[in-house]
């Protein structure tokens, strides 16, 4: 029975052992571990948490940045648009502009030619006139160095009156 | 045997430590008799070692398996040309003159009660490692000790005896060894607040952290919280005391947590921290079950409080028991060289040795944790809340 009936004095240092052990690990040894274990579960879940939280926000973040590339795009194209309309605006106002004046001109030239034309004729006329003036002088002096052939000049000329009228 | 255990537990547990002591007193002890004590195999070598002296050259090993895991006066570490080399530890004891402490070297390595220590004018003799008061004159086998005629019974009176004896030594030596771990490992955390643990810190936190959620928290419950100190001061006290068990030489090898003693005083603190922590719903359902006929109730009542018991009773003996017989293989493996007497069984020995440490360095943490889950479960028992 020696082994198994429990001696005093064992049964005395044990528990004496035993709580002083207790009380001493539970002030110095497991209160600060296990008290530096929480903290570092609390603040690894905390980073953790940080970490999703910051990802969500790259995600908005980028989300929001595809939107910004996507307007600018919209806005790139919207101007390119424009400029491309209003270049062949231009072009097609500078073509209009060119061919008004191109024709202005043209219209000027023609009236100038035709005022050169008329100016010409006028002259011309005048150069006949003058000339037929001078041949019909030349002509009547020589035909009127006498009386009678004045007579039948006008003569002639009364007839023609009287056959024009 | 059960009923004693029994018997001893309710003293114990009813606080009352006398009893065991008492206990002690009564117990039967042949004084220089090998008569009718081989029917018990823990009390044969009581009487097998009266019969074996005439011859010391016959190898014993009941005998040296019993002294081995027994608790001693001294320190043995090993005998060296004829000659026991150990270390003499303080005997101290409350005798009917006070206080007395002395060497355990006074005794000579005596254990069979035949040399008388002399201290503050008393003589003491140290018989199976029990301290008496000495008789006047010795017996017939030169025993300072009278028995009953009958019974047997040593009828020399103890002294109170509260010793540093092996086991005591060894369990401070524990005791230091879990301090020192566990207090350096805080000062880690002291240190560095924040970062991964590393060195001593990395090998004790998973242990604890294992010990506070997988025992701790699945076990007892929302208020877990309380009770984690001292789930982990059982369970290393325990691990730790079992491991030193392991190792072989000085200043391991000491039966401690194979003791019963030191088992019933870690199965009485589980006793105490469940039932006084039992919540209404606990009692309500050992005292009066619900939802049974009421014919039934105080019949399981009356199991119910047994069961308070046997719980910690189980917790008691499971340990003892399993490293009690884990030092029995072990030498009686290393005992087959000197049963046999040829060096040539030796290989077979060591070998077997070898996978049963191996083994055993498993029951160590295994023993400390079932001890701990259990006492875990239990407390988990207790605080139940209502829930039905």
Redesign the interface.
């Known amino acids: 029975m020696g082994i198994v009936t429990p001696g005093f004095g064992l049964i005395f240092w044990t528990t004496l052992t035993f709580f002083l052990l207790l009380f001493l690990l539970a002030k110095f040894a497991w209160k600060p571990i296990l008290q530096a274990v929480q903290d570092r579960e609390e603040s690894i879940n905390a980073a953790l948490k940080a970490a999703e939280s910051a990802k969500s926000e790259v995600a908005a973040l980028q989300n929001s940045s595809e939107q910004l590339l996507k307007e600018a795009r919209e806005a790139r194209e919207a101007m390119l648009k424009e400029a491309r309309s209003m270049r062949d605006k231009t072009i097609a106002d500078a073509k209009e502009a060119a061919s008004e004046e191109a024709s202005k001109v043209l219209e000027l030239a023609r009236i100038q030619i035709d005022n050169e034309k008329k100016a010409a004729m006028a002259e011309v006329k005048n150069q006949v006139a003058q000339l037929a003036i001078d041949m019909s002088e030349r002509i009547l002096r020589a035909e009127l160095k006498d009386a009678q052939a004045q007579r039948a000049l006008v003569d002639r000329a009364m007839l023609d009156l009287k056959s024009s009228n | 045997?059960f009923l004693r255990?029994c018997l001893?537990f309710f003293a114990?547990s009813a606080g009352s430590?006398v009893a065991?002591?008492d206990?002690?007193l009564s117990?039967?002890h042949s004084v220089g008799s090998s008569q009718g004590h081989e029917s018990?195999a823990?009390?044969a070598?009581?009487g097998d070692h009266a019969a074996s002296e005439p011859d010391e050259a016959v190898f014993n090993p009941k005998e040296m398996i019993?002294h081995h895991?027994?608790?001693s006066h001294g320190w043995h570490i090993m005998d060296w040309n004829e000659r026991e080399i150990g270390i003499p530890l303080p005997v101290?004891l409350w005798t009917r003159e006070g206080l007395v402490v002395f060497s355990s070297s006074l005794f000579h390595h005596d254990s069979e009660g035949m040399h008388v220590a002399e201290s503050g004018g008393q003589r003491f003799v140290n018989l199976?490692?029990k301290i008496y008061y000495a008789s006047d004159a010795p017996n017939e086998h030169g025993i300072y000790a009278q028995a009953d005629p009958i019974t047997h019974e040593v009828t020399n009176v103890q002294p109170?005896?509260?010793?540093?004896?092996k086991?005591?030594a060894s369990?401070?030596v524990s005791?230091v060894i879990?301090?020192v771990l566990?207090?350096r490992?805080?000062k880690f955390?002291?240190k560095n607040?924040?970062a991964a643990p590393r060195g001593l810190?990395g090998f004790?936190?998973p242990l604890?952290?294992f010990v506070?959620d997988d025992i701790a928290k699945n076990n007892i419950g929302p208020h877990y919280k309380k009770f984690?100190?001292?789930l982990?001061?059982i369970f290393?006290?325990i691990w730790v005391n079992n491991l030193m068990g392991l190792v072989p030489f000085f200043p391991g090898g000491a039966n401690v947590t194979g003791?019963?003693?030191?088992t019933?005083?870690?199965a009485f603190?589980a006793f105490v921290v469940t039932n006084f922590n039992g919540k209404r719903h606990y009692w309500n359902h050992i005292l009066w079950m619900p939802g049974l006929p009421v014919a039934v109730k105080p019949l399981l009542a009356i199991v119910e409080i047994i069961g308070i018991f046997t719980k910690p009773f189980s917790l008691m003996i499971r340990l003892?028991a399993n490293i009690?017989a884990g030092h029995i293989i072990v030498l009686s493996l290393v005992s087959l060289i000197f049963i046999f007497e040829t060096l040539w069984v030796s290989p077979v020995s060591v070998l077997l040795t070898l996978f049963i440490s191996v083994l055993e360095l498993l029951v160590t943490a295994l023993q400390a944790y079932i001890f701990t889950l259990l006492t875990a479960l239990y407390l988990g028992a207790a605080l139940q809340e209502e829930h039905h």
């Open positions: 045997m255990y001893l114990a430590l065991s002591s206990s002690k117990e039967q018990h823990a009390e070598h009581d019993m895991i027994a608790d101290i199976h490692e109170w005896d509260i010793s540093i004896t086991n005591v369990l401070f005791a879990i301090l566990f207090t490992a805080a955390y002291a607040s924040d810190a004790v936190e604890v952290v506070r984690v100190p001292l982990l001061t290393f006290f003791n019963i003693a030191v019933m005083v870690l603190v003892f009690t």
